[in-house]
């Protein structure tokens, strides 16, 4: 049995991953045009615009509105909906804060379902179980970047007169059955974060094909302000979620990459899963030959019924072997709904609104045991990184050092 590095044995990667730039020359010059233009504000400039009508024309979509962020994008998405307060919006146990906030804000009650084993998407199954009269969305969330069962979530929504919102903020320009994530529901949101597939720093965007939504969604980013020479007089309340010209200016390049960005990631996750499937006791996330992953993050279990180690330890042992990787903790490590501010029932000081309220008629609670697939999940998983910058040896090098890890355990076991 070959020693492990952490235990002063020699590391399976001596060389450094693969890097690169993200932003480019594209970038730079669409930055500086904007710059020397002299006017950063969307309503009269011209790069927001131009991002805008880029991405709809990617998508096939009639419509795209850029925004500060791609929390702000689900917001939006929400708000332009008009569901009354106390509405009920289904959504995945594993996702980021960054799908909720919009949902409190609004004083909606989400409502979490639970997830299936193999994908760690939301189990539609699950979601069905939770739609009663009160409800009014399914927030879809397409987590890690592989898209969910799109086509059932479809059928529930169709079936119980539901809207359904696509959460891509991972999943940027990943297929279902050949069609982009984004282009199937009402109406969905993206995310151009630090740390997303393509990013302007913060930034997002939401699009859809409703004409009903689309002046909706316009008014919610701009403080109902309308911006067409008709007289200002907000007829609801709206934020401030404006995406400047300086964010569309970077965005433009981004798009520009995205499908080449995917493509290789995709190559690069699919190699990785196919190495990490041979190894006995890690069952990398399971890919559906009908999608395609953007691995934003894979996903990988350990079976503790073949390897005897928690995936700390495991996790430290990989990364004494120079490979990195870590716990699952996309959302602190547990579902979303044992954070303080679902069990502490304290999303606005002094009330606990939306969560129980007699004005509302609700009254929801959030135990442990609640999604308990979820739960489990964290337990026993962990994630790798993957960028389109690393080289089919990076790759093989993780698969090696996995193996070696996993063996080990395998062998203390005996």
Do not use: W
């Not at 969560?355 to 609640?370: A, M, Q, T």
């Amino acid at each position: 049995m070959e020693k492990l590095a952490v235990f002063g044995g020699p590391k399976t990667k001596t060389t450094p991953f693969g890097t690169g730039k993200r932003i480019g020359k594209k970038e730079k010059d669409e930055l500086i045009d904007a710059i020397d233009s002299d006017i950063l504000f969307y309503v009269f400039g011209s790069k927001v615009k131009q991002m805008e009508n880029l991405m709809a024309a990617m998508y096939g979509m009639k419509y795209c509105n850029g925004c500060s962020s791609g929390t702000a994008a689900v917001h939006i998405a929400l708000g332009s909906l008009e569901l009354p307060p106390g509405t009920e919006i289904i959504t995945s146990a594993i996702t980021d804060m960054g799908s909720l906030t919009g949902v409190l804000y609004q004083l909606l009650v989400p409502r979490f379902a639970d997830i299936d084993p193999e994908t760690y998407n939301m189990d539609p199954d699950s979601v069905e179980t939770l739609v009663n009269d009160r409800t009014g969305a399914i927030l879809l969330v397409h987590h890690a970047g592989l898209p969910a069962e799109i086509d059932r979530f479809l059928e529930i929504a169709k079936k119980h007169h539901l809207v359904l919102v696509e959460d891509c903020a991972q999943a940027h320009y990943t297929t279902y059955r050949g069609k982009l994530c984004g282009t199937f529901g009402d109406i969905s949101a993206f995310s151009l974060n630090h740390f997303k597939l393509i990013t302007t720093g913060s930034g997002g965007m939401v699009m859809t094909n409703r004409d009903d939504l689309e002046e909706k969604v316009k008014l919610f980013i701009d403080k109902c302000y309308f911006r067409d020479g008709r007289k200002r007089n907000p007829y609801f309340l709206a934020p401030n979620y404006q995406m400047t010209e300086l964010q569309g200016a970077i965005a433009i390049g981004q798009l520009e990459k995205v499908k080449s960005i995917v493509n290789r990631r995709n190559r690069l996750g699919m190699r990785l899963i196919e190495g990490l499937a041979k190894i006995e006791g890690i069952i990398p996330q399971k890919v559906p030959d009908y999608c395609i992953h953007s691995f934003f993050l894979l996903v990988v279990r350990i079976d503790p019924q073949i390897i005897p180690a928690s995936v700390q330890e495991f996790c430290k042992a990989l990364d004494a072997e120079g490979i990195p990787s870590e716990p699952n903790k996309i959302t602190g490590g547990m579902p979303v709904y044992m954070y303080d501010i679902f069990q502490k029932m304290n999303a606005f000081p002094g009330s606990k609104i939306p969560f129980v309220s007699r004005d509302l008629d609700s009254n929801v609670e959030y135990p442990k045991g609640l999604c308990p697939r979820a739960e489990e999940a964290f337990e026993h998983t962990f994630n790798f990184n993957i960028t389109e910058f690393y080289t089919e040896e990076d790759i093989d090098d993780m698969i090696r050092a996995t193996e070696k890890v996993a063996s080990y355990f395998r062998e203390v076991k005996k």
